[in-house]
């Protein structure tokens, strides 16, 4: 056993990339359209609001739905930042430049 192991509370295990996983999909697990994100930081978490941007009846103002709420450590936002970035590049090499949605053109996000 290692000192690190020996470190750890009763129970616990020490995870890696080497840990042998199996990926299970709860059979509730919801599938949501986003076209929004707002969040929020603090020091111990990061908070990613997803939404639906609709057009109202008018035409002329839209409603910001926001569907689910993703609450992890700014560690794992980290992860999920780096993870998501090479996934992007390594889509771009496949099948081309994504393209760019502009400040002006883009849906507004909220930052609480």
Known sequence: MTEQEKSLPAGAIQISESTPATTVRAPNMPTIYVNNIGFGVSPVEVRLFLGEILPDIDGKTVTITQRLAVV?????????????????????????????????????????
Do not use: D, H, W
């Open 72 to 112: 992890m450590t700014p560690e794992y936002a980290k992860v999920v930042v780096e993870t998501l970035s090479q996934a992007l590049m390594n889509l771009e090499k496949q099948f081309g430049a994504l393209r760019n949605i502009r400040p002006e053109n883009r849906p507004p996000t909220q930052s609480t």
